[in-house]
């Protein structure tokens, strides 16, 4: 396990109120079924101030959310680095996890086999690894990928309307996320005709 000592001081819970998400913290470093006593960089997921009686939300740089109670003694707290404060044990990243969906024309077993085999032969055997694999079949069709706001459409050609994507596999569209207070609206591919008269 990586880490590194930091210098840093616990908020109260009226101290966390103040900040946003573009603020630096730590919180504890814990995750389901892994008790780790150290600590996560982390930023809170909505400004402090919303804060109403229960917890507060932060996401961890590896992707963790987790709930907060800054005054409970028994919780790990909120912190924010202070060189008047205490050393604390912070756990640094050791890479990155790609998630890929890769998409292998006429695949079959020995393309992905090579292909895990290249991969590992670029970053070396003891560093790519498979996680997880799934294979899905994907249709010889498209379908046109639209955003649009939650509150729901009310017409369509108005500029709420937003084309995220052409062209693009339905199988794709699992691996996208919408913007913050959109949806998507998936429909079956129109071919885009240019009849702009010429000479």
């Given at each position: 396990?990586?880490?590194?000592?930091?210098?840093?001081?616990?908020?109260?819970?009226g101290?966390?109120?103040?900040?946003?998400?573009?603020?630096d913290?730590?919180?504890?470093?814990?995750?389901?079924?892994?008790?780790?006593?150290?600590?996560?960089?982390?930023?809170?997921?909505g400004?402090?101030?919303?804060?109403?009686g229960g917890?507060?939300?932060?996401?961890?740089?590896?992707?963790?959310?987790?709930?907060?109670?800054?005054?409970?003694?028994?919780?790990?707290?909120?912190?924010?680095?202070?060189?008047?404060?205490?050393?604390?044990?912070?756990?640094q990243s050791?890479?990155?996890?790609?998630?890929?969906?890769?998409?292998?024309?006429?695949?079959?077993?020995?393309?992905l086999?090579s292909?895990?085999?290249?991969?590992?032969?670029?970053?070396?055997?003891?560093?790519?690894?498979?996680?997880?694999?799934?294979?899905?079949?994907?249709?010889?069709?498209?379908?046109?990928?639209?955003e649009?706001?939650?509150r729901?459409?009310?017409?369509t050609?108005?500029?709420?309307?937003?084309?995220?994507a052409?062209?693009?596999?339905?199988?794709?569209?699992?691996?996208?996320?919408?913007?913050?207070g959109?949806k998507?609206?998936?429909?079956p591919?129109?071919?885009?005709?240019?009849?702009?008269?010429?000479?």
């Amino acid at each position: 396990m990586n880490t590194e000592k930091v210098t840093a001081r616990r908020l109260t819970a009226g101290e966390v109120s103040e900040l946003g998400p573009q603020d630096d913290i730590f919180v504890s470093a814990a995750t389901d079924g892994l008790p780790l006593d150290c600590y996560a960089p982390a930023f809170l997921t909505g400004p402090g101030k919303n804060f109403e009686g229960g917890s507060f939300i932060a996401r961890t740089v590896f992707d963790e959310e987790i709930h907060v109670l800054p005054d409970n003694a028994e919780e790990g707290g909120i912190w924010v680095a202070d060189k008047a404060g205490e050393e604390i044990e912070v756990l640094q990243s050791a890479g990155v996890l790609l998630n890929l969906a890769l998409f292998v024309p006429n695949g079959n077993k020995e393309s992905l086999d090579s292909l895990y085999s290249a991969a590992r032969d670029a970053f070396g055997v003891g560093i790519v690894q498979r996680w997880s694999e799934e294979a899905v079949a994907v249709p010889d069709v498209k379908v046109d990928l639209y955003e649009e706001p939650t509150r729901g459409r009310k017409n369509t050609s108005s500029q709420n309307r937003d084309r995220r994507a052409l062209d693009i596999y339905p199988t794709r569209v699992r691996f996208l996320e919408p913007s913050d207070g959109w949806k998507f609206i998936v429909e079956p591919h129109k071919e885009i005709v240019d009849d702009t008269p010429t000479i």
